[in-house]
């Protein structure tokens, strides 16, 4: 906004907005003189010019809303000062404008603070962000990650919905998620995963110990939560393990399965294979293990959350995700994702109901060619 770089009004007036004001100011001028004139109202009339400050302070600088006050005051007060009738209702109506005046400015010196206080709010919590959530693309030696993140509440930023890459000497871990619930709460958590991941990735050898120190880390913050009255949380997450081989390690806790993009076909990875919630490992018996998949050179996997596929059109029907990802298998990984994007907000009419992230994850451009290349020695043996 134009307006808030002016902080003392000094600029002169050039803004599209400003220039509209002064149009409006001079014709209802005009008109109401020409009115008043032809009526033989004219004091009257000239009451209407009173409201005009009011809409130069919504829009202008306090020095701009200052000269539309000075102007309709000159107007309003030379009658006074020619004309000898009516002199009551004359003095009435210019100090009805000057003080209209004086509250116009007023009134437009405060709403330039809340506009400049939020600015400084949204800057802060676009750096927040960065910090959260670093921006996209990504890029590792084994691979390139581009996407896109909207949260449901624009104003926050920053949403229930997390995602990471971390370049660790056993490859690249990726990583996306999904908190429950919504809320300054459901960011808590988000923050704490997004930590525990960004530590453990470059600490843990394996995937699954990776697992278990962001399940560690829920738990944690749930008791923190326990302890000051509010409810315990899960995450669903998707973490991917990349190296230089042919093969790729996925291990999904309760959340949507990748989809691989290749050579024309569209196919769910590790469908079956899913694990318990990041916080309920507990309840089931069996321990996550690691599976794998082939990520072949010029393939694509997409990764997402549930503000995709649980977003519903007018009628209610759920996004067809499959069905919509054939037939964008060669286009890059940023036009993928927006396309996406784009689309399901013309599937729902623009009605986002949920955060909305959504990962596509290639083979670096400059990665060594030789797919076939055995993994790094940390890889997880567990199938």
Not at 30 to 49: F, P, S
Not at 65 to 79: E, H, M, Y
Not at 93 to 105: K, N, Q, R, T
Request: overall charge negative; charged content about 20%; some cysteine.
């Amino acid at each position: 906004m134009e307006d808030l770089a002016e902080r003392d009004g000094s600029n002169s007036i050039r803004t599209p907005t400003t220039r509209a004001v002064v149009l409006v100011t001079v014709a209802v001028t005009v008109v109401t003189i020409a009115l008043g004139k032809l009526t033989g109202t004219a004091v009257l009339l000239l009451g209407l010019l009173v409201f005009l400050p009011a809409f130069a302070a919504a829009l202008c600088t306090p020095r701009q809303t200052a000269l539309v006050s000075v102007w309709v005051s000159v107007l309003v007060i030379i009658p006074v000062a020619l004309s000898g009738e009516n002199l009551a209702d004359r003095v009435t109506l210019a100090l009805f404008a000057l003080g209209f005046g004086v509250l116009a400015v007023y009134g437009s010196r405060l709403r330039i603070a809340r506009e400049m206080a939020l600015v400084s709010l949204r800057s802060t919590a676009a750096a927040m962000q960065r910090q959260i959530l670093r921006p996209l693309p990504l890029l590792t030696d084994d691979v390139l990650v581009d996407g896109v993140y909207e949260p449901v509440q624009q104003d926050k930023l920053v949403g229930g919905d997390i995602y990471d890459v971390a370049a660790t000497p056993w490859g690249t871990r990726v990583l996306i998620g999904d908190v429950q619930g919504k809320g300054l709460a459901a960011i808590g958590m988000a923050i704490e995963v997004v930590g525990a991941f960004r530590e453990a990735a470059h600490r843990e050898p394996t995937v699954t110990a990776l697992i278990d120190s962001l399940e560690a880390a829920v738990v944690r913050h749930n008791g923190y939560a326990q302890q000051r009255g509010e409810p315990e949380r899960f995450v669903t997450a998707v973490v991917l393990g990349v190296d230089s081989g042919a093969e790729t390690q996925l291990v999904t806790c309760g959340h949507i399965p990748p989809y691989l993009l290749h050579d024309g076909v569209v196919a769910a990875v590790g469908a079956g294979t899913e694990h318990a919630p990041l916080g309920l490992a507990d309840l089931v018996d069996e321990p996550r293990t690691v599976s794998w998949f082939t990520f072949p050179e010029g393939a694509t996997l997409l990764l997402c959350t549930d503000g995709l596929t649980e977003a519903r059109s007018s009628e209610g029907t759920f996004y067809p995700l499959e069905e919509r990802l054939t037939g964008r298998n060669d286009i890059t990984a940023s036009r993928l994702t927006r396309s996406l994007v784009d689309d399901v907000h013309a599937y729902t009419a623009g009605a986002q109901q949920d955060d909305l992230a959504v990962l596509a994850v290639r083979r670096s451009p400059h990665r060594s060619s030789n797919a076939s290349a055995p993994s790094h020695p940390g890889a997880d043996p567990t199938t």
